[in-house]
């Protein structure tokens, strides 16, 4: 009797406490994002800080996310009054300078605030690397289904979202990704087909992986 | 005898607290698990002055409209605020919550229906921004599963209180603590 009751107490347990047992695993300011896998959504923003060197873009160039198709783009949303931005506005203007010679492209994109602030930010922070544009209204913000900055997306060559960052990047996954993104549009520009399809499809794959992993 | 019989009595009756107060708290936690929109407290209310800041693609009558506005008012109630908690982006006075109503007007206003400006949101945030899970497949579970653990629960502790109440002899006998007739205590 005391038998049968301890199972069916254990039995109504174990589910109630691994269903809490699971929730403790789950971060409820994660919002998983419908994004990687499918196509970029498309923009037209105006430059408002040019960037440096090689990167250059003048002010007031419009720069179409289409045009940069062929290439791996690094999206940074970000805004002068984020702090955690700070950590990662460095390591984004390096990165973005070693890697200027390749098939790379950065862009910054100002997220609810306005130019002027952001072109002070930079100062402040001496420079960056790459150029940024305005996103009044916040509406590739929300086409990218953003809920914080900072926010970093990074396309493959394809026009592809493949992965997206959530808070300051680091440079490990930040080299990872472009390097992987690079080798698989290099691989697709070498076997144009089934092969370079796989291969874009196992770098998604794993980036998918990488981001619910988190 | 006597102090024996009472003991397990209080045993029996604490038990059957113990079974009530955890279905109630299994069926608490899973009515609350999809976070129903229940602002909180004293929540920001949309004062007015904090109205949209864009209308980029709006014109003149369509901002005034008070059906798009019922229409909008509607949708944006229905959607999360990104950067808030539990709150709809009609709810949030927060800029993004704005700028997303904005979307919301602007699409309303190009003829798309409210599910499809539902959609578009679903599209980029995932099912997430909505603030109650649609009612469909593994979902079905969140409102059906406090209903089932009611019903269970009570069926449960019906049974247990006849069966703790009926003829001592007939359960005493079962438990083993021997057949001595009831003692009124």
Known sequence: MNWKRATIAAATAAPVIGLLAWGMTRDPNDIPSPLPGREAPAFQLAVFAPGQGDLQRPIGDT????DLRGQVVVLNFWASWCLACRDEHALLSTVAREYSDRPVKFLGVLYNDVPD?????????????YPSVDDPGARVAIDYGLYGVPETFFLDVNGRVAYKHTGPVTP??????????????????????????SAKADAAGKDVKARTGR | MMPLRGLVRAARVLAAATLLVATVQVTAAAAQAPELPAAPKGAPQDSGALRV????TLSDAQKNDPVLEAKTKT?????RCPVCQGLSIQDSPSELAQQMRTVVKERLATGQSEQDVKDYFISKYGEWILLEPQAHGFNLLVYALPALLVVGGAGLIVLLVKRWTAAPSAVAAGDGAGADEVSPD
């Open chain 2, 75 to 79: 949708v944006a109630s229905e959607l």
């Open chain 1, 172 to 197: 490990t996954v930040l080299r990872v990704k472009i390097d992987s993104l690079m080798a698989a549009g290099a691989a697709t520009e070498a076997t144009p087909g089934a092969s370079g399809d």
């Open chain 1, 63 to 66: 720069v179409k996310l289409a």
């Open chain 2, 53 to 56: 800041q864009v209308l980029g």
């Open chain 1, 117 to 129: 602030k952001g072109l002070a930010w930079i100062a402040e922070m001496g420079g960056q690397s």
